[in-house]
């Protein structure tokens, strides 16, 4: 989708004035939801995130290999998989206004990631906006809309 357009203007937002952005996102995708103008837009950010690695069943360890000989190939699967989900983080993170106050769902702990990464950044830059994180299963667009709608609505009000 295209990129969002920010009012021209000097000096910072007022608080009423604040764009507000709705995000879900679990390991596969995360769907992004603004306000541009009165339309709601919708953007889909897909993931390279490789799913959990199965159990191995039953595995035979060699009586006369030392502790630590080799390493786990699945700590290393692991290790790869969360160096895929920081970068899959990072870039979407880097689609979100630093100025916008955010909601950020999801059904896992990447939603809990992704919030906790955002609410650090704004820690360092000393950003001055809300981010709410909530545990929600699988939304449809329309039910994100709707989330968006009732978010910025909420805030408006100073809830």
Not at 1 to 9: H, I, K, S, T
Not at 59 to 69: A, E, L, T
Not at 80 to 95: C, G
């Amino acid at each position: 989708m295209g990129e969002l357009v920010r009012p021209r203007g000097g000096g910072a937002r007022r608080e009423a004035d604040r764009e507000r952005i709705v995000v879900w996102v679990d390991s596969r995708e995360a769907r992004i939801v603004r306000r541009h103008g009165e339309a709601i837009e919708l953007e889909r950010v897909a993931s390279d995130v490789p799913p959990h690695s199965g159990a191995t069943g039953h595995v035979r360890h060699d009586s006369s290999m030392r502790h630590g000989g080799s390493g786990d190939p699945q700590n290393t699967a692991e290790r790869r998989r969360t160096e895929h989900l920081d970068a899959f983080l990072a870039q979407v993170e880097a689609r979100l206004s630093t100025e916008a106050d955010l909601e950020v769902l999801g059904p896992e702990t990447v939603s809990e990631r992704l919030a906790r990464r955002i609410r650090q950044a704004d820690v360092h830059h000393r950003r001055g906006r809300s981010v709410v994180g909530a545990r929600a299963s699988r939304l449809t667009d329309r039910q994100l809309a709707a989330r968006l709608r009732s978010f910025s609505a909420l805030e408006a009000l100073g809830a």
